[in-house]
């Protein structure tokens, strides 16, 4: 069946660095992509969607591009800040089956 | 920006009894969704629904949970005779198009602990 694989957290990065936290999908068709955010204590949150290949989903600094040839949609952002903190989860979800796959979620924690 | 709500935000409840998660979609929103997050773990989809009927359920939706939209706002979980391992937060969210084609919505959550 469907599924997500995301790198394991938590990564830990100083204000200012790059971030890129990896997500690959498996799916038998032709899925959307989403990232959600979980700030500490809150619900879930959309921060970027991408519904076709090599489509660019961006929000708040962030950026994710749908890759079908590598079946990846990792997440960017060029200079993070503290208040990034959070978790992220990479998911899909199929036409066909209306219903979205979480990946394990990937713990980020920024640091001044 | 509209937004889905949940309530309670956090419940308590003693193992063996029947709790009642409620949601309120946005309100152009057909489709609707229940997921649960078991601290530490990843979210897992419970049921979608449409249409007033369930569209899919997974293998965690046994008779033990059912769902509702009792009127044209609310979108209500039941869960009859809770288990300590049903202790989690539960999301709802909401669709205007099925397949997420224009993304889901999700709520704060509830948090239930079974004690």
């Known amino acids: 069946g469907d599924s997500v694989t995301q790198m394991e957290g938590p990564v830990t990065l100083s204000e200012e660095a790059f971030l890129t936290i990896n997500c690959t999908y498996t799916?038998?068709?032709?899925?959307?992509l989403f990232w959600y955010v979980q700030y500490p204590g809150e619900g879930l949150q959309l921060l970027l969607k991408?519904?076709?290949?090599?489509d660019k989903g961006s929000n708040k600094g962030f950026e994710a591009t749908y890759r079908k040839e590598t079946t990846s949609f990792h997440l960017e952002k060029g200079s993070v800040q503290v208040s990034d903190s959070a978790v992220y989860f990479c998911?899909?979800?199929?036409?066909?089956?209306?219903?979205?796959?979480f990946g394990t979620g990937t713990r980020l924690q920024v640091f001044p | 920006e509209p937004e889905v709500t949940q309530t309670p935000s956090h419940q308590v409840t003693q193992m063996g009894q029947e709790v009642i998660l409620r949601c309120v979609p946005i309100?152009?929103?057909?489709?609707f969704y229940w997921y649960r997050q078991i601290l530490g773990q990843k979210v897992e989809f419970l049921v979608s629904?449409?249409?007033?009927?369930?569209?899919?359920k997974s293998e965690i939706f046994d008779d033990q949970f059912s769902v509702e939209r009792p009127d044209g706002s609310n979108f209500t979980l039941k869960i009859r005779s809770t288990k300590l391992e049903d202790s989690a937060m539960y999301f709802c969210?909401?669709?205007?198009?099925?397949?997420?084609?224009?993304?889901?919505?999700f709520g704060s959550g509830t948090r239930l602990t079974v004690v």
């Open positions: 991408a519904t076709k290949a090599d």
């Open positions: 309100s152009n929103h057909l489709y």
């Open positions: 629904f449409y249409n007033n009927e369930i569209s899919e």
């Open positions: 799916a038998t068709g032709y899925p959307s």
């Open positions: 998911a899909l979800s199929d036409q066909s089956t209306d219903k979205l796959i």
């Open positions: 969210a909401s669709s205007e198009a099925k397949g997420g084609i224009r993304g889901y919505t």
